[in-house]
């Protein structure tokens, strides 16, 4: 029963991380910091998108993960993979921005394209990740406390 109990409490603490995961990855934190400037901004329309999750690794829930044909301000019309949830295939034209000059991601060969009212954070972000390691450690803390106690009612009880 006891390693029933603690197995268990593992589980809690567990999903609580994946939770705070999830919300970091979608409060994006590093794309919130001044490091990745706007560097550009233009109207996507999306070419087409393919689901991720309900587990994956940008988190719980179901993402979509859209290829757009966007023309910059900049002059320029240039074939991109979005991050994951910021655009979705019901999208006609989307006002977006690129954030950051050199990075890439998503194997895409494109900086970042989110879209235009979309705001990182990193106060979020980060709030996130603490608060469901919080929510777990404490629920995992509950079981083992309820194990306990349990156990102590038992021993008195003899």
């Known amino acids: 029963m006891k390693w029933l109990a603690g197995l268990f409490a593992l589980v809690i603490l567990g999903c609580g991380c994946l939770l705070g995961m999830t919300g970091f990855t979608k ?19 999306v070419a087409g998108c393919t689901s991720s999750g309900p587990v994956s690794i940008h988190g719980f829930g179901h993402w979509w993960i859209c290829q ?14 979005a991050e994951p949830g910021q655009l979705m295939p019901s999208d006609q034209e989307v006002p977006v921005v690129q954030r950051g000059e050199s990075k890439v991601r998503n194997g ?7 879209r235009a009212d ?13 608060g469901g390691m919080g929510l777990g450690g404490i629920g995992a803390l509950a079981v083992l406390g309820t194990v306990a106690s349990r156990r102590k009612n038992a021993q008195e009880r003899e």
């Open 108 to 114: 895409s060969g494109n900086p970042p394209v989110y």
């Open 68 to 81: 757009a044909d966007v023309a910059w301000e900049s002059g320029q019309r240039t074939h991109v993979t």
């Open 27 to 45: 409060f994006d934190p590093a794309a919130g910091t001044n490091s990745r400037p706007v560097v550009d901004r233009g109207v996507a329309r």
């Open 118 to 130: 979309f705001e990182p954070s990193v106060l979020l972000g980060i709030g996130s990740l603490l």
